[in-house]
Structure formats: C-alpha cells, structure tokens
C-alpha cells in the first residue's frame, strides 16, 4: 500500500518562497521516480517536476530556473523548493509516487501567492 504525505504549503507575497515535502512509503522509495503536480481552482492537473530514481530532473517551461526538486533516499522525502512566487503559482500541489501510478497520490498541500 503506498502512502503519500505532502506538506510545507502555505499563504506568501509574490516573490517569496516555499519549501514543499512529500513523505513516501509502500514501495522501495530509491527505485522510483516522483512528480510533483499542480492544480489551480477550474484547471487541470499539471505536472510542475520530475525527480528519477538516478537523480535527473525536468521540469514545466513555467517553472524553470525558479523551482528545484530533490530528493533524499534516507529519508523517503522528495522536496520542491519554490522561489521567485507568482500568483499564477498558486494551487492545490500534489506529490505522484512512484510516478505515474494511479494510487500513489496525497492528499495535496495548498499554496496560495498573493499580488
């Protein structure tokens, strides 16, 4: 059974920053690969970055040169740091482990930029 906990959202002014985490467990956590997405109210979920098992990363053009994800195997937890905040940023973000799965998803942290 996978379990998936995310949190470290909350209420910034443009231009700041935040630290996500996303706790995993129920499969063997430095095999895989892990997403972090994003829905904003009446959207989709986007997918925002990737983290392989081997460490590589992608992310969305939006995102680019202001989030970073990582990843730390010793403690299950894959991080998204989050700088430079827009308003368009803000949104309900999830973490997908192993990436792609259909029941590896929590139950989402908010994150809200005000202008």
């Known amino acids: 059974q996978v379990h998936v906990v995310e949190s470290g959202g909350g209420l910034v002014q443009t231009g700041g920053s935040l630290r996500l985490s996303c706790v995993a467990s129920?499969?063997?956590?430095?095999?895989?690969?892990i997403g972090w997405y994003r829905q904003a109210p009446g959207k989709q979920r986007e997918l925002v970055a990737t983290?392989?098992?081997?460490?590589?990363?992608n992310y969305a053009d939006s995102v680019k040169g202001r989030f970073t994800i990582s990843r730390d195997n010793a403690k299950n937890t894959v991080y998204l740091q989050m700088n430079s905040l827009k308003p368009e940023d803000t949104a309900v973000y999830y973490c997908?482990?192993?990436?792609?799965?259909?029941?590896?998803w929590g139950q989402g942290t908010q994150v809200t930029v005000s202008s």
């Open positions: 997908n482990f192993p990436i792609g799965s259909d029941d590896g």
């Open positions: 129920g499969r063997i956590f430095r095999f895989y690969g």
């Open positions: 983290i392989a098992s081997g460490g590589s990363t």
